[in-house]
């Protein structure tokens, strides 16, 4: 059974940071590009940033580079969002995705981040 499961979301002041963790099972974790997407409030769901298989390659929407950071951990089966310097326009459900070589994709249930004064 695969599963991804978020952690880490919450409500930060503008400016402030949060670190995203999501946790995968049930499919090769290190052959699957894994990535953040998100969804604000009436708004269509956007891509954040991906992290391709091996983790050696990412990249980014360009409204996050230079703020957002995406790692990983094959050995652990996990991968972090680490955002810094948020605005409110960062207010988002944010998804794990997880792309496998068998072209399957997977989601997970999302976290909340909220950034508000």
């Known amino acids: 059974q695969v599963q991804l499961v978020e952690s880490g979301g919450g409500l930060v002041q503008p400016g402030g940071s949060l670190r995203l963790s999501c946790t995968a099972s049930?499919?090769?974790?290190?052959?699957?590009?894994m990535s953040w997407y998100r969804r604000a409030p009436g708004q269509v769901r956007e891509f954040v940033a991906r992290?391709?298989?091996?983790?050696?390659?990412?990249n980014y929407a360009d409204s996050v580079k230079g703020r957002f950071t995406i790692s990983r951990d094959n050995a652990k089966n996990t991968v972090w969002l680490q955002m810094n310097s948020l605005n409110p326009d960062d207010t988002a459900v944010y998804y794990c995705?997880?792309?496998?070589?068998?072209?399957?994709?997977?989601w997970g249930q999302g976290t909340q981040v909220t950034v508000s004064s």
């Open positions: 049930g499919f090769p974790f290190s052959t699957a590009a």
């Open positions: 992290s391709f298989r091996g983790g050696s390659k990412t």
């Open positions: 995705t997880a792309h496998t070589q068998n072209a399957v994709d997977y």
